[in-house]
């Protein structure tokens, strides 16, 4: 059996769609951290069938919630504090994110101006579609 140690102090993201935890750990830049980080992958789930979870040591300061909210809204985030879970967060469609994704329409200025931070705008919720706050380029929430 595998045993993984609880967390003293930190975030555990629960509830990520099995397969996703690498994409949201190269995301979000996980590997530019100097804390322990886990990934556990395939866990079984009664409520999903199989699951991914993601554990991070320190606070909540180490991970952008909007960024994460875009990529997948259905994780729950878990505080943890004395090895207890203090608080959980569900997450949201951010309204506006930047830098997460890039328009790739070549007459946008972001293509002719580089240093412009590449700006998206919650359009339709429903559907999750985002639109470029520059051209109005339409992007889904679906990670490749």
Sequence with gaps: MLY??????GIVLDHI??????????????DKLDTEVAIIKNVRSSKMGRKDIIKIEGG????????????????????????????????KLPRKITNVIHCKNPRCITSIEQELPHVFV???????????????????????
């Design 122 to 144: 919650l359009s339709d919720e429903e559907h999750e579609i985002y639109r470029c706050a520059y051209c109005e380029e339409t992007y889904g929430t679906k990670v490749k």
């Design 17 to 30: 769609k099995a397969g996703m935890a690498m994409k949201i750990y190269r995301y979000m830049n996980l």
């Design 60 to 91: 909540l300061d180490r991970i952008d919630l909007d960024v994460l909210g875009y990529l997948d809204h259905a994780i729950t985030v878990n505080i943890i504090r004395d090895d207890k879970i203090v608080e959980k967060r569900s997450l």
């Design 4 to 9: 993984i140690t609880g967390l003293k102090e």
